[in-house]
């Protein structure tokens, strides 16, 4: 496992130490780290979080307690990404600027979904399989689609309780 100047929390736990690329990063107590998974320098993963195969975290991620990350999920960190500088000189790490992302306590983010530099994820927000989020995601909220929008709203007396049975309590009263 490459791992360089990472701090680990109690019980976490990665699958597959061998398949992962961590460095300069933080990761809570009962986290679970699957496989093919990078996470950068100057990020951190709360405590209890779940960051699934094949996802990418780069430089400038805060990544909150009790947080879903599923499989293949992107973040990014520069709003105007480029190969090269204007005299045709490869840029570096001093050419740019990492652009903070959060994704806030209990939030869930979805299968090969993207998160754009800068956004903020709020709490217990539920982001939809992939989809490209370029603004920031109230709390509570249900978003999908390219670019993503809110669909909906978990009930207000969601905290704590488990996304599905919010989601079909939100959806049941819609019915009637």
């Known amino acids: 496992m490459p791992l360089n100047n990472v701090v680990l929390g109690d019980d976490v736990s990665i699958t597959h130490p061998d398949l992962v690329n961590l460095y300069g990063c933080q990761i809570g107590s009962g986290s679970k780290i699957g496989p093919f998974v990078e996470i950068q320098k100057n990020s951190s993963v709360g405590k209890n979080c779940k960051i699934s195969s094949h996802s990418f975290v780069c ?25 090269t500088n204007e005299d045709g000189s490869m840029q570096d790490e001093a050419d740019w600027e990492v652009v903070p992302t959060r994704v806030c306590r209990g939030a869930s983010i979805g299968s090969n979904a993207t998160i754009l530099a800068g956004v903020t994820v709020g709490a217990r927000a539920i982001v939809g399989a992939g989809a490209v989020v370029t ?26 309780q488990d996304p599905k049975v919010a989601f079909l309590n939100t959806k049941s009263a819609e019915l009637r």
């Open 59 to 83: 430089e400038g991620v805060t990544i909150e307690d009790n947080v879903m990350v599923a499989h293949g999920v992107v973040f990014t960190n520069d709003l105007f990404p480029r190969a």
């Open 135 to 160: 603004q920031d995601v109230p709390e509570n909220a249900i978003v999908a689609g390219v670019p993503a929008r809110v669909l909906r709203f978990l009930d207000k007396g969601a905290e704590g």
